[in-house]
């Protein structure tokens, strides 16, 4: 291949060397020439776009990705594929103005002390190097890297500079309707002058997020700076860091979005939000604000509708578990527990439960704090505790109100756990949550709170424990580290997505002989495994055996 520098690819002389190698055959390089791209498309984009069969590799494509690794080899470039959440987004956007980088068609993608490492498709274009080498006082690294994600990144990347650097602490707006639907890549008609920047800010972060299938968003003020991040597979990643002013404006803009009082920053608050990406799905957000020393922290965790409708193989239940759950949720009558920490997929389990058994021949009644998800064929009530509307209270209401099913979102104290007990031996079926470390844990804890030892043994039908484990990436198989180039899919962390590890216990004649006075936590444990109890660890060995995780995974999650 040519190596003058300060010129730009050539289609030609690219498609040569691919014959050369045999990655193509010559009807491919004609049907490349005879199907021409637009002029500002590269010419490595011209010949993803025909998705070539790789002709030294059956079976596998010349997609971009591809062809860029191919061409850093050949002119010995590393190649980066660009991983977003591994950009200082806040530092880079100050190395280099907009209009620069678009001219030379470069993203600086790192920066330190010493040298700013920059990403370029066209590795004969030096000229811009010296230029920006001696503006910045640092030495420049060059990398390779895709055509598009240039753009497309440094288009999203200089725009949200652009409004960060813009943003003024907006006015307070008045409370909206009681739910307002945000409509995403739409600039809100009633957004003033003042704050359109926070409009586009709050509008990118939401779509990023979901883009990036994080479950939660963390806005984090602090004394000279806030900090964005996002959860994704269990893990938070930092993304931004914004001015102190412009943080709290986000904040003030979302609560605003949520319906909450914009006011008032003494006491925690929530709010819930809808929001509309541009292909049209729905996602909904759950808003939590917490008052510190340096403004209100924010929350949102994010529901992708679907997720209601997940079946339980997705959630991870299977086989002999999955047939025993479904018995328990045959069941008339009783009590049944989930339990794990905070973030242990209940939430997905438990609706996943209820969305089975709400059918048109059942009333479904659920008293949560907050409503989760929302959900039309549930009969859904949201605690408040400002009104005296508590847990049990609240069961109270409901049972008034002809169930047939119950569910309590949490089990927190001595009150709650009584009427949930009544409500079971009354004909009903309750369906609630505890924070335990195990399944058998779960019988300790009802006795903490003050639940007669017979009624456990009368009601309690089933306790299931459960954790989210990472799962292995189907492209790399969780050997990610091993390649010179990040995995696309799991940006070389080896993991994508979650799946559950689960433990149930349904109390057989010796289980329920053990609850009394003097139960110890060790001895039903003992009992509960003769009776045939697979534990987390247990379910997490399977899982390892079937290639779905490692053990590094479950021994993080079930230490």
Same mark, same amino acid.
């Given at each position: 291949m ?70 850093a ?10 991983? &977003? ?8 956007s ?19 002390d010493?040298?700013v490492?920059v990403?370029?498709?066209? &590795? ?15 030495s ?5 890297a895709?055509?598009?994600?240039i ?44 704050d ?9 972060l ?12 963390h806005?984090? &003020? ?5 900090q ?22 986000l ?11 914009v006011?008032?920053?003494?006491? &925690? ?10 292909a ?7 808003l ?7 403004g209100?922290k ?14 339980f ?15 328990l949720?045959?069941?008339?009558q ?11 997929g ?6 996943a ?16 704090d ?11 009530l ?13 069961v109270?209401a ?8 119950i569910?309590?979102?949490?089990i ?72 010179s ?6 940006r ?15 109390p057989?004649?010796?289980l ?8 110890d936590l060790?001895?039903?444990r ?22 779905l995780?490692?053990?590094s ?5 079930c230490?």
């Amino acid at each position: 291949m040519h190596t003058a520098n300060n010129h730009d690819l050539d289609l030609n002389r690219l498609l040569d060397t691919l014959l050369a190698e045999q990655r193509l055959q010559p009807n491919d390089a004609l049907q490349v020439l005879e199907n021409p791209a637009p002029a500002a498309d590269h010419p490595l984009e011209t010949i993803a776009r025909l998705a070539l069969e790789d002709r030294q590799h059956p079976g596998q494509r010349l997609d971009l990705d591809t062809l860029c690794q191919w061409l850093a080899d050949k002119v010995e470039q590393p190649f980066l594929r660009i991983d &977003p959440l591994q950009l200082d987004l806040s530092r880079i956007s100050a190395v280099m103005s907009r209009a620069f980088a678009n001219r030379h068609g470069i993203l600086a993608v790192a920066v330190d002390d010493h040298s700013v490492t920059v990403a370029s498709a066209q &590795p004969y274009q030096r000229e811009w190097e010296a230029d920006l080498a001696r503006s910045l006082g640092k030495s420049i690294q060059r990398v390779l890297a895709s055509p598009l994600q240039i753009r497309q990144l440094g288009q999203t990347l200089f725009r949200l500079a652009h409004s960060v650097q813009g943003a003024g602490l907006q006015q307070d707006p008045g409370l909206g309707e009681l739910e307002q639907l945000l409509e995403l890549g739409r600039r809100q008609a009633e957004a003033s002058a003042d704050d359109a920047h926070i409009v586009h800010i709050v509008d990118w972060l939401l779509q990023y997020a979901i883009e990036q299938r994080a479950s939660d968003i963390h806005l984090e &003020p602090r004394r000279e700076q806030g900090q964005l991040r996002y959860r994704i597979d269990g893990l938070l990643h930092t993304v931004y860091a914004f001015p102190a002013s412009v943080t709290l404006a986000l904040v003030s803009r979302i609560k605003h979005l949520g319906r909450m009082d914009v006011a008032e920053k003494r006491r &925690p608050q929530d709010g819930r939000l809808k929001s509309r990406l541009p292909a049209g799905a729905e996602v909904e957000l759950r808003l939590s604000t917490l008052p510190t020393p340096f403004g209100e922290k924010l929350v949102l965790r994010l529901f992708d509708p679907e997720q209601l409708h997940e079946n339980f193989d997705h959630l991870g239940l299977e086989d002999e578990l999955l047939r025993q759950w479904e018995g328990l949720l045959s069941q008339r009558q009783g009590i049944i527990l989930l339990t794990g920490p905070t973030g242990s997929g209940k939430t997905s389990t438990l609706y996943a439960s209820l969305k089975r058994l709400a059918t048109p021949q059942v009333n479904l009644c659920t008293i949560e704090d907050p409503i989760e998800r929302l959900e039309p064929a549930f009969n859904q009530l949201q605690v408040q505790p400002g009104l005296d509307l508590g847990f049990a209270n609240g069961v109270r209401a409901l049972l008034r109100q002809d169930p047939d099913i119950i569910m309590i979102g949490e089990i927190r104290d001595r009150e709650t756990a009584q009427v949930a007990v009544q409500a079971a031996l009354t004909g009903h079926l309750v369906l609630s949550t505890l924070h335990t470390n195990d399944a058998c844990g779960a019988i300790t804890r009802l006795q903490e709170l003050g639940v007669a030892d017979y009624l456990i043994k009368a009601t309690l039908i089933g306790v299931m424990a459960q954790r989210l484990v990472r799962t292995l990436c189907v492209d790399c198989q969780g050997t990610a580290g091993l390649h010179s180039t990040p995995c696309r899919l799991c940006r070389g962390t080896g993991y994508h997505g979650r799946t559950g590890l689960f433990e149930l216990l349904v109390p057989g004649a010796g289980l329920r002989a053990s609850i009394g006075p003097d139960t110890d936590l060790a001895s039903l444990r003992q009992q509960a495994v003769r009776e045939g109890l697979h534990d987390l660890r247990r379910s997490g060995e399977d899982k390892i055996a079937r290639g779905l995780t490692s053990l590094s995974e479950v021994l993080r999650v079930c230490s």
